[in-house]
C-alpha cells in the first residue's frame, strides 16, 4: 500500500500534509514500519523513492515543524515590510520548510504571494520533485528554480536572487557529514548588494563534532551578524527532541 499526497492549490496546510503521511505509515505492519525507519538512517539517508518520502515526512515532520516554527518567529520583523522575499533553500528536502513556512505566514496574516520566487536546491531528484509540487501548491504565485546539486557543486549561476532581501534556509543540512559548506560560504560572503537573512536549523549534538559545526559555519561568515542563538539538548528543556538554532543577518541588512 502507498499514498500519493493530494497536493491541491487551496487552503493547505503542513498539518494535513503531516497527518496523512502519519496516518498512512500507522496502516503499515510493524516490519514494513521497521524497514522504512531503517532506510531513513536516522533522517541522514538519501531518499531515493515515494515511501521513504512519505515515511520521512511521519517520523521527522512534526519536530521539523516545531523547530522551524520556532526559528521563523526570530526571523527580524522588518523582513516582512520589505519589497518581497526570495527564498534559497540549502537542501530542501521535500519542501518541509516551504510548507512550514506558508502556515507560518497564515498565523501573521501574510500573504503568501509576498515570497516572490524559490530557489531550492537538493541533490536528490526524488525530494526535488516533491517539493516542487508541494511548493507550486502553497506558494502558486511564486517562481521556482531548481538545482539538482550538492552544495559543494553550486557555483554563482545557480543562485539568482529575484528580490533585494533573500532568506536562506539551512534545515537539518549544516549538521550532515556530506556537507561541505565552503562553496556556500563562498557565496554568501561575496553577495554585498542583498538583505540576506541566513536561517540554521538542527538537531544539537553533544559530540565536539557535529554539535560546533554550526558555530564554525557561523565564524566563516564574513560581513554578518549573529541576532539569535538557541542550542538545548533534550536534557536542558521539556521537549522530546533537541534543537539548535543561528540566524544571521548581512551587514547591508
Known sequence: MNYTPNIRKSSQTFVSVLQKAKDWFASLSKTEQQKLIDDLEHGAALLTNTRQLNAYIANYGEIHQAKLLHAYEKIPSKVWHEDGITVVDYGCGQGIAEMVLSDYMASRYIDNDYIKDFILIEPSRQNLQRCVK????????????????????????????????????????????????????????????????????????????????????????????????????????????????????????
Not at 163 to 169: D, L, Q
Request: hydrophobic share 30%.
Open 134 to 253: 508541494y511548493v507550486n501548491a502553497f506558494f502558486c504565485e511564486s517562481k521556482i528554480s531548481v538545482v539538482c546539486k550538492k552544495d559543494n557543486q553550486l557555483n554563482n549561476d545557480d543562485i539568482d536572487p529575484k528580490s533585494s532581501t533573500v532568506i536562506h534556509i539551512f534545515s537539518n543540512v549544516i549538521d550532515l557529514d556530506d556537507f561541505d559548506g565552503d562553496s556556500v560560504l563562498s557565496l554568501l560572503n561575496e553577495d554585498k548588494s542583498r538583505n540576506n537573512i541566513i536561517v540554521c536549523v538542527s538537531p544539537y549534538y553533544q559530540e565536539a563534532t557535529r554539535g560546533k559545526r554550526m558555530k564554525e559555519f557561523g565564524d566563516k561568515l564574513q560581513g554578518y551578524t549573529l541576532v539569535y542563538k538557541l542550542e538545548k539538548h533534550t536534557d536542558d528543556w521539556d521537549k522530546p527532541y533537541s534543537c539548535q538554532i543561528y540566524i544571521f543577518v548581512s551587514s547591508y541588512y
